[in-house]
């Protein structure tokens, strides 16, 4: 089955929610994931609340739904690069402060994607279908992806990363690396520690794992 990534334009507000709400059960009826629905209803709940509350009613945003690899992932783009999502440890009886927390708690993971004119906030979904080939998950891949969206929210003016097949969507991925490893080689060397030896053993340990897979 063909399930094509679709986008709408929304505005964000409490009324919208509903409507995305229900326009995300019949995509997912149609991509034959049913089982999901609840949790990305859930979850586009949460990360439109995020917008307004955090970002502004009436902020203009967009919602994303795609499928990445097996995962089903769901997407939210505003356009405020500052207000970025937390995990809040909320109070007991408080109203606030659990969104993310329940996005957290629900999804295989979450994180945020700095662009030069927007935020994404984003979440996947393991679906149980069947790994597309040539599309495993590496574990190390995971791990940078994760680190990279991490250091994103850390020095946002200069690293952001987006995950893509698209040229600018590797040349920007690529300078985040590069910014990535200057900060670790700074690192070891302010702490005393042989950088031309650290890179030896990584570029030894990288060729191996390469030999390993077959790759």
Not at 50 to 78: C, F, K
Not at 88 to 117: P, S
Not at 145 to 173: D, H, I, K, W
């Amino acid at each position: 089955m063909v399930r094509t990534p679709w986008t709408v334009e929304f505005t964000a507000l409490e009324e919208e929610v509903a409507v995305l709400r229900r326009r995300v059960r019949e995509h997912l009826g149609n991509w034959g994931l049913r089982d999901l629905v609840d949790e990305a209803q859930l979850c586009v709940s949460e990360l439109v609340a995020n917008v307004i509350t955090h970002v502004g009613a009436g902020t203009p945003a967009t919602l994303a739904v795609l499928m990445n690899g097996s995962s089903l992932r769901i997407e939210v783009h505003d356009p405020d690069t500052r207000a970025l999502p937390t995990l809040v440890a909320a109070e007991v009886d408080g109203e606030g402060g659990r969104g993310m927390a329940l996005v957290e708690a629900i999804t295989d993971r979450w994180g945020v994607q700095l662009r030069e004119d927007r935020k994404v906030t984003w979440c996947e979904l393991a679906t149980g279908l069947p790994q597309i080939a040539g599309d495993g998950h590496d574990p190390s891949v995971t791990r940078a992806e994760a680190l990279l969206n991490m250091y994103a929210t850390l020095r946002p003016q200069f690293c952001s990363y987006e995950r893509g097949p698209g040229r600018v969507s590797r040349a920007v991925a690529e300078e985040s690396v590069i910014d990535v490893i200057t900060d670790f080689l700074r690192w070891l060397r302010a702490h005393g520690c042989d950088v031309e030896e650290v890179l030896d053993h990584a570029q030894s340990r990288f060729e191996t794992a390469l030999s390993a897979s077959g790759r």
